[in-house]
Every structure is written in C-alpha cells, then in structure tokens.
C-alpha cells in the first residue's frame, strides 16, 4: 500500500501524463492557434517581479527563467498551477492560467538569451570540488555535459547558486517532489557541503 508522499508523488506524474499527452500528442490545437512569446510576454509581467528580466536579476532564492527549457517551465507551471508542487504564491499567480498560456509563457522565457555571470569569478577550490561530484553523480547524463538541459529536464548552467542549493537539499530531504522522483533518489545523504560545491560549480558554467 502506497504511503501518502508516494501517493502524492504517483498523482503528479498521472496528471503531469495527461497534461503532456494534450501538449504533444494532441496537441493539434497548440499547432493551429500558434505557440506565441509575445503573448506570453503580456502574461509574465508579474513573473518577471520575482524571476527577473534581461536587464535586473532575480530576487534573493528565485531562479532564473531567461533561456531555461520551455517544457520544464511549462511543466513546473502545469504543476503549481494544480497544487502538485507545494508553493502557494505560485498557485496563486497562475490561478486563470489556461494550458495556452502556460506554454506562451514559458516559450516567452525559454527563447531569451540565458542570463551572463559576468565578470564573477569562482572559489578555485569549491569550484573544482564541484565539477568532481558533477561527474561523480552523473549530473550532465540528463543536464547534458554543458548543463543546458533538455525538454523537461532543467538548464543547471548560470543558474542562481543560493537557489540550486536551496534545491538540492529539498530534493534530498524529500521536501520537493515533481514529474519524477530522480532527484530524491541521486541526492539522498549528500552532505550540506557538497550540495553547496556542486551549486557552485553550477552557477558559474
């Protein structure tokens, strides 16, 4: 019998399922009407407050969302959006959102430039800790060696490192769960320090 974080985690994946089924398997109708970042444009206003924008940085713990995955945005959305990820301020501002506009939105995103560390340098030593726990973990198997992702797997590379960290642990300490519970699973026991070199090796790709 499935326990409650199990359970939990098997409904987001049915009906994570069922919104990619209309997206990619019926997803005539996304076809016919366009996919279209300037309507996504006029629909972000309030996500780029928080998430940032070409020019201003995200806030404090927030990623960025210039040139990630548009199907992990769009999908993450799906999932705030239906309560299957616990984050009440996001369910709130996508509350009205249709399928179309979640899939505006993050093509809005997804086709900026990513965002530059300029002239930010890394800590030679947490830096190089990193890079080995990327490899020993197997961090660009799914990211990709650049850590630019893929589809609905996340672009890791520039990101916000207070944010990458913040993630890790809660993926290690089963406080987030999504489509899948991968993360969990490769994060499990990994030292506090060793999330935070791996974070920072990331941020600074």
Not at 102 to 130: E, I, M
Not at 175 to 195: E, F, Q, S, W
Request: charged share 20%; net charge positive.
């Amino acid at each position: 019998m499935l326990n409650r974080h199990a359970a939990r985690g098997m409904s987001a994946i049915l009906r994570a399922a069922v919104f990619w089924g209309v997206v990619l398997t019926a997803g005539g109708a996304f076809a016919q009407s366009g996919i279209d970042p300037a309507r996504g444009k006029a629909k972000a206003t309030a996500c780029e407050a928080c998430h940032g924008t070409q020019d201003r940085p995200s806030l404090p713990g927030t990623p960025w969302l210039a040139g990630q995955q548009e199907d992990f945005i769009s999908l993450q959305m799906f999932l705030f959006r239906e309560e299957l990820r616990g984050a009440p301020q996001m369910a709130g501002a996508l509350k009205g959102f249709s399928d179309y506009d979640l899939v505006d939105v993050a093509a809005y995103f997804g086709r900026q430039k990513p965002p530059s560390r300029g002239n930010t340098q890394p800590d030679p030593k947490r830096h190089a800790r990193g890079a080995a726990l990327s490899k020993s973990m197997g961090c660009g198997t799914c990211h990709i060696q650049d850590f630019r992702g893929q589809k609905q797997i996340p672009r890791l590379a520039n990101q916000r490192e207070d944010y990458l960290a913040a993630t890790m642990k809660a993926y290690r300490d089963n406080k987030r769960t999504g489509a899948d519970t991968n993360m969990n699973g490769i994060l499990y026991k990994v030292p506090d320090a060793d999330i935070e070199a791996l974070a920072h090796f990331l941020a600074h790709q």
